[in-house]
């Protein structure tokens, strides 16, 4: 036990008596030993100066240029590890750091010892420089040091222990599914293993873990959830990363969608207050939309609900009207749509027109508008549809003067995304969105059935695992592409968390379901074989869902980056630049696992080309 300055430097810990964020001015005159890494070096003249940085914090240690160990503390490098024995001696008023925990003291260095010498840095890990994503990738264990990026990591493990205790709270048992398995249908590419000991085989690692959590309800269990390693070869995109990712898996027995609402909602609602600083998140019970109206008031099925505005469909309004690029296009396509962008606080020609220079630059003919004024609407639009449409207009939409509105018009499975680009446009310029809160919402009721754009056949639009709304009934009568689902996405502050539905439980709603998508009987026995078998053998009523952990983390850490929530990320090209990955394998392994090295001819093929232009010139 140390007692002030009563102790010596052989009774204490080798490493370290005290972290570098836990020394207070109740430790003043105590001597104390702490180990970390160089943060800082400040030559002060007569005085050096460290900044002692581990996992905890930082604490500044001093040493005079009279002092023996002086020549070893003035050589040592930034990054290196080092132990240093001392007093801790209180900060003059005038030195104080009012930013650090620990800044009403210091250490005094007696004694140093260097534990590991580091070389020059290829980036520094003090202070906030960007660096390349790559250069950051490449020396990963280095980034990680910095406290920015740092602290993500720390929050995203006390984000994933928040979350098993609740589901632990709740009812639910963790439990781990296979990594080795089959191919199943979830929408990405497997990533594939040949089988040694079977010769032409391989296996897949799992997109999810969509049928095993199934079969364990098959099992008899009845609340599974599960911090689940998901794997997709496909492309990155700024909230998915390469390769991999983790979900909270969550599935239950004998459930409505209404109670696997009310079981999630606590955790998330609860773990976004835990980790929010101060920023709101809805109340429970969140805000349930339905796929239609999602798509017709926001243009996508993942509204920002910080977002205020709200498109509105004025077809009738411009049907027969004096604007004859909209009337000619609703009379000839009974398929065209005119939507309605609300713009409050936009009235004003010059906005208006910069609204339209942007639409042109999305490669759009622009956006027509009306702004109001003085009582009533101006701009062509208006002038052409008649001051009786354009009020009709602006009360339907709640607008007065010194508001405007944006008008897109075609088929809106042509032209959602620009319209939702085009709301989300309005609101940045015009600042509407709420700030500091975090916006749940249900998307429900999403189509069983699409039209595959590719091969103009059904195809299922959603998870094909899905019971459909009338079950067996909506199959036998129903056209297809009027089926919905009993499917839900939540969705937060316009990031998609999670997926899930009410699972179809029957064999012959199975068989029919897959049946209209163009899979025989054979197909499904083939593909599906053991959950189709299970489903045999008496298969209760169950559902779930599995929120990204990957991206509750990035959004509580408000990263736009899904990368800078991840330990260990891929870049954008799915290659691990740490551990030079993938990387190629010995002839011998091929044989080994019955497989022949078949390269792209990519460099033969370069080769061949630029001899052609050289005998060209």
């Not at 090209?573 to 792209?600: F, S, V």
Request: charged content about 25%.
């Amino acid at each position: 036990m140390i007692v002030g300055d009563m102790s010596t430097e052989n009774d204490l810990h080798p490493f370290r008596t005290h972290t570098c964020g836990e020394l207070r001015l109740d430790n003043a005159d105590e001597t104390v030993r702490l180990s970390g890494w160089v943060h800082r070096k400040r030559d002060h003249g007569n005085l050096l100066f460290i900044d002692l940085r581990d996992h905890y914090g930082l604490t500044q240690c001093v040493i005079e240029t009279t002092d023996d160990n002086f020549g070893v503390v003035e050589k040592v490098r930034p990054e290196s590890v080092i132990t240093v024995t001392g007093p801790i001696d209180k900060r003059s008023d005038e030195t104080i750091n009012s930013d650090l925990p620990t800044g009403e003291v210091e250490l005094r260095i007696t004694d140093i010892n260097v534990e590991s010498e580091a070389d020059v840095l290829p980036m520094q890990v003090a202070g906030d420089a960007e660096f390349p994503e790559d250069m950051r990738l490449t020396y990963r264990f280095l980034d990680l040091r910095r406290e920015e990026v740092h602290n993500n990591i720390i929050l995203r493990s006390h984000v994933i222990a928040s979350i098993r205790r609740r589901m632990t709270d709740s009812g639910f048992m963790e439990m781990q599914t296979p990594i080795l398995t089959a191919t199943s249908p979830e929408g990405a590419r497997d990533y594939l293993v040949p089988s040694r000991i079977h010769p032409g085989k391989f296996y897949a690692l799992p997109q999810a873990p969509q049928i095993f959590k199934q079969m364990i309800m098959v099992s008899g269990f009845d609340k599974y959830f599960q911090i689940a390693p998901c794997f997709r070869d496909e492309d990155a995109r700024a909230d998915r990363s390469p390769g991999e990712f983790y979900q909270l898996d969550v599935e239950m027995s004998y459930c409505t969608q209404d109670d696997v609402f009310n079981a999630l909602e606590p955790v998330l609602q609860g773990v976004f207050e835990e980790f929010s600083n101060g920023r709101a998140a809805t109340p429970m019970p969140f805000p349930r939309i339905a796929y239609a109206d999602s798509m017709s008031w926001y243009g996508t099925d993942k509204p920002d609900l910080r977002n205020p505005l709200k498109m509105s469909d004025a077809t009738d309004i411009f049907r027969g009207s004096g604007f004859k690029i909209f009337a000619g296009m609703i009379e000839k396509d009974p398929n065209v749509r005119i939507w309605a962008i609300p713009a409050p606080t936009g009235g004003s020609r010059a906005f208006c027109d910069r609204m339209n220079s942007w639409g042109q630059a999305e490669g759009q003919p622009g956006l027509g508008y009306i702004f109001f004024r003085d009582g009533e609407g101006a701009g062509p639009v208006a002038k052409n549809i008649g001051p009786e449409r354009t009020e009709q207009l602006r009360t339907d939409i709640e607008l007065g003067d010194g508001d405007a509105v944006f008008f897109v018009a075609g088929n809106p499975s042509d032209f959602a995304a620009f319209a939702a680009a085009a709301r989300t446009r309005v609101a940045d310029e015009l600042d509407l969105s709420e700030k500091d809160v975090f916006k749940f919402c249900w998307i429900v009721d999403y189509p069983m059935y699409e039209m595959s754009e590719d091969t103009g056949e059904l195809d299922f639009s959603h998870n094909p695992f899905s019971m459909p709304q009338g079950g067996m009934d909506a199959l036998d009568s129903m056209d297809p592409l009027e089926i919905l689902a009993y499917q839900y996405d939540i969705v937060c502050n316009g990031v998609e968390l999670s997926s899930g539905a009410i699972r179809n439980h029957r064999p012959d709603i199975m068989y029919k379901a897959f049946e209209i998508a163009g899979y025989t009987a054979e197909d499904v026995e083939t593909q599906f074989g053991g959950l189709l078998n299970a489903f045999k053998f008496g298969a209760p009523p169950h559902g779930g869902s599995a929120p990204g952990i990957d991206r509750i983390v990035m959004l509580l850490a408000d990263e736009p980056n899904i990368r800078e929530v991840i330990v260990f990320p891929m870049n954008q090209q799915a290659e691990d630049l740490l551990m030079n990955a993938p990387a190629g394998i010995e002839l011998a392994r091929y044989k080994e696992l019955h497989i022949k090295a078949d390269q792209p001819k990519v460099k033969k093929k370069t080769e061949e080309a630029e001899a052609e232009k050289e005998s060209e010139s």
